[in-house]
């Protein structure tokens, strides 16, 4: 009887690891800059946040934006950056959390104008 118990924690434990993973949406967002750009993470109180500097993009744009994939265990949102000028100062995009659950970047992707 004590085996039986032992093996259907121990079942219940791994499941919840595998529910209190990343989201699966996570590991297809982009997690490098774009050819031309530099970005940079950092952390806030319940959260995380993206800095991304651009000198050039791909297509022929003026200004530019991030635009952060934010995740917090199984919600999925996105926050914008404000424009910036082509080879200015950096747009950032920072994912807050609540109390008891912090938020992170799980990608980002840059709009451009």
């Known amino acids: 009887m004590k085996k039986k118990i032992a093996a259907l ?3 219940a434990f791994s ?3 595998f529910l209190a993973g990343p989201p699966a949406s996570a590991a297809t967002d982009s997690q490098f800059p774009p050819y031309g750009c530099d970005s940079g993470r950092y952390g806030l109180l319940f959260g995380e946040g993206i800095s991304l500097t651009c000198f050039s993009l791909p297509h022929p744009a003026q200004t530019y934006r991030v635009v952060a994939h934010c995740a917090s265990g199984s919600s999925y949102w996105y926050t914008v950056g404000y424009w910036v000028p082509l080879g200015f100062g950096p747009s950032s ?3 807050r959390g609540a109390l008891l659950s912090n938020a992170y970047v799980a990608g980002y992707h840059v709009d451009d104008f």
Request: proline share 0%.
């Open 15 to 17: 499941a919840a690891g």
């Open 93 to 95: 995009a920072e994912c």
């Open 9 to 11: 924690a121990m079942a």
